[in-house]
Nanobody, 114 residues
Framework: QVQLVESGGGVVQSGGSLRLSCAAS????????MTWGRQAPGKEREFVGD????????DYSDTVKGRFTISRDNAKNMVYLQMDNLKPEDTAVYYC???????WGQGTQVTVSS
């Protein structure tokens, strides 16, 4: 079955960096685009960015563009979210998702202190 497991969350000061990882299994990873989303307390889940199946076309929301970078390693069935210059408003649970599907990971908490 499809499994997505995020890791790498934690507490970081404003301006700091974190790298999230998502390990995928149970499907042919290299033919699917992948998405990162997040959900802050009391808010709807929102799109952060996605990446094409071959990693050539990442796309980002305007709120993270220029600060976050999505990459993937198809040999390892992994997708990554490098987050730089973090802000307190980036505090949320971060999820990876097989794009355009209902397959989500369990999420990893990111907390950015001011």
């Amino acid at each position: 079955q499809v499994q997505l497991v995020e890791s790498g969350g934690g507490v970081v000061q404003s301006g700091g960096s974190l790298r999230l990882s998502c390990a995928a299994s149970g499907f042919t990873f290299n033919i699917y685009p992948m998405t990162w989303g997040r959900q802050a307390p009391g808010k709807e889940r929102e799109f952060v960015g996605d990446i094409s199946s071959d990693g050539s076309m990442p796309d980002y929301s305007d709120t993270v563009k220029g600060r976050f970078t999505i990459s993937r390693d198809n040999a390892k069935n992994m997708v990554y979210l490098q987050m730089d210059n973090l802000k307190p408003e980036d505090t949320a649970v971060y999820y990876c998702r097989r794009s355009n599907s209902n397959y989500w990971g369990q999420g990893t908490q990111v907390t950015v202190s001011s």
